[in-house]
């Protein structure tokens, strides 16, 4: 296996806080020998549990990176036990330019895993991430959102694993968590995760869904700061009190939880987040936008639970996920 051409300017040994950046040797137009700065925050007191946070894996969301510069500038090496890797901005090249995917090469980089140091810049931001960071870590935390397409109920999510215990511990670290909603979620595009690479390390670990639209609110970055020092205070990094307010508890037991739109056209939806449905209720209706006087067709729901997360903005292409449903436990 080639070595990942990506270095840390910061030393992951060294006790105290560093801020520093993954350097990615980048060759472009502009720049015939540039790099890609990665920024990255290590916090390091003695020896104890190493939790890996990242943020804007996914380059239009933003909750993440809001609670993840912030708890960079604040957190002092004498208020950890352990070790506290913070990247806010996972593909930094997509949260520059406000994007899904890496302008660089359009590559998701939540599918991207478990990438390859010899291959596109997203996939070796990926590869360091597999064989240099998550090896390191006890504790994952990768901060999702609905970035500019969906827009979600604020939740933490862990998935069902093979293994009993490592998914108690998943389960555990996402109640710790606190947010509004705690979700046991079902992927329908899993192939090449970062989930999964942390997970097939055996990692605990944490995701969010806190919102959307391609932007945030208070409510969702609040909800991502108290997040982020409840499970620091989970794994015993971090000395405190959770701070855990009510949760309502969902899971998502089969596939017709997700709709799909059977057509494009402009979207009508006749639900709101978080409302109840029952199988065979109208979710939404699509107009269609090249022609008057034609009927628009309705998207029923599939199955009884509760509307988690909806397309954004108002036009959708045929194919899209139009609307995701969750069964309360």
Request: hydrophobic letters at 40%.
């Amino acid at each position: 296996m080639r070595r990942n051409p990506i270095s840390p300017t910061v030393d992951f040994d060294c006790d105290g806080v560093q801020h520093g950046h993954l350097r990615l040797p980048h060759s472009r137009n502009d720049s015939a020998w540039g790099s890609v700065m990665i920024p990255i925050t290590v916090v390091k007191r003695g020896q104890g549990p190493v939790a890996l946070l990242t943020g804007a894996n996914h380059g239009d969301e933003y909750e993440g990176p809001l609670a993840l510069f912030d708890l960079a500038r604040r957190l002092t090496a004498d208020q950890v036990t352990g070790t506290v890797i913070i990247v806010p901005s996972m593909n930094h090249p997509a949260f520059l330019a406000g994007t899904r995917v890496s302008p660089i090469d359009q590559v998701n980089m939540n599918r991207a895993f478990p990438g390859a140091p010899d291959g596109t810049a997203t996939q070796k931001i990926a590869d360091y991430f597999q064989r240099s960071l998550l090896p390191m870590a006890d504790l994952v935390l990768d901060f999702h959102s609905g970035g500019r397409t969906l827009d979600f109920l604020p939740f933490a999510a862990c998935h069902i694993l093979d293994d009993a215990d490592h998914s108690a511990r998943c389960r555990a670290a996402r109640d710790a968590f606190g947010a509004p909603f705690s979700v046991e979620m079902r992927e329908i595009d899993a192939l090449g995760m970062y989930d999964d690479a942390a997970e097939g390390l055996g990692k605990t670990f944490v995701t969010t869904e806190l919102g959307g639209q391609g932007s945030s609110t208070p409510n969702t970055v609040a909800i991502a700061r108290r997040g982020l020092r409840n499970l620091l205070i989970h794994a015993g990094i971090v000395v405190g009190d959770l701070d855990l307010p009510p949760t309502r508890f969902l899971s998502q037991p089969d596939d017709a939880c997700f709709h799909f739109a059977p057509q494009p056209g402009l979207t009508e939806f006749l639900v709101t987040l978080g409302d109840p449905v029952r199988a065979g209720d109208p979710l939404a209706r699509i107009w269609p936008v090249h022609i008057t006087g034609a009927a628009p067709v309705t998207v029923h729901a599939q199955r009884d639970g509760l509307l988690m997360a909806r397309h954004h903005p108002g036009l959708c292409q045929m194919g899209d996920c139009l609307a995701v449903l969750a069964v309360e436990d």
